[in-house]
């Protein structure tokens, strides 16, 4: 049986402060409350202009809201040609990925390798999304997708080994 499906309202009504904290992390610590609170706005309009009466289950929404937070963050850098924060887990995979760590050049490649991640396995692409941008632990990702831990593991193993390849 599937999950309850909701409006987008509803789920960022009920799901905020984890909106927040997703945002947090992508900005990294400390970041001020109204750049966190602008991310999430902003990640908020996009979706609901997408589709204004979409109905999602809870897991679909946080697999899309990390989407388009990444999107909103990485747009910023792109305008403002600002640096990945030092504390973030974009800068921390980067840095674990290359030599220049968290450059705005090896954020922007590291988005367009994500996309071209998705194009030969959505999944992986998925996991690092929610691990990057979402913040989110291993156990966490695979309650959310509905896989096994050792799925989680396999695909982020392969994303990672791929992702650094392809950056160096």
């Not at 109204?34 to 809870?58: C, F, G, W």
């Not at 396995?121 to 996991?127: I, L, N, S």
């Amino acid at each position: 049986m599937g999950e309850e499906q909701q409006s987008v309202d509803q789920l960022m009504s009920a799901l905020y402060p984890l909106a927040k904290q997703m945002a947090a992390r992508q900005l990294g610590q400390p970041s001020a409350q109204l750049q966190r609170t602008e991310v999430v706005a902003n990640a908020y309009i996009r979706i609901k202009q997408a589709n204004p009466d979409a109905a999602l289950s809870r897991s679909h929404f946080l697999s899309l809201l990390a989407r388009v937070l990444r999107q909103v963050v990485v747009d910023q850098w792109r305008q403002d040609g600002r640096r990945a924060v030092a504390g973030s887990p974009l800068a921390q995979t980067l840095s674990a990925l290359t030599a220049d760590g968290a450059s705005m050049t090896s954020a922007l490649r590291f988005e367009q390798l994500l996309t071209q991640l998705e194009a030969f396995d959505a999944q992986a692409a998925e996991v690092v999304a929610l691990r990057v941008y979402g913040g989110m632990t291993g156990a966490e990702i695979a309650a959310e997708l509905g896989v096994g831990s050792a799925t989680v593991t396999r695909k982020w193993r392969m994303a990672s080994a791929w992702l650094q390849q392809e950056l160096s």
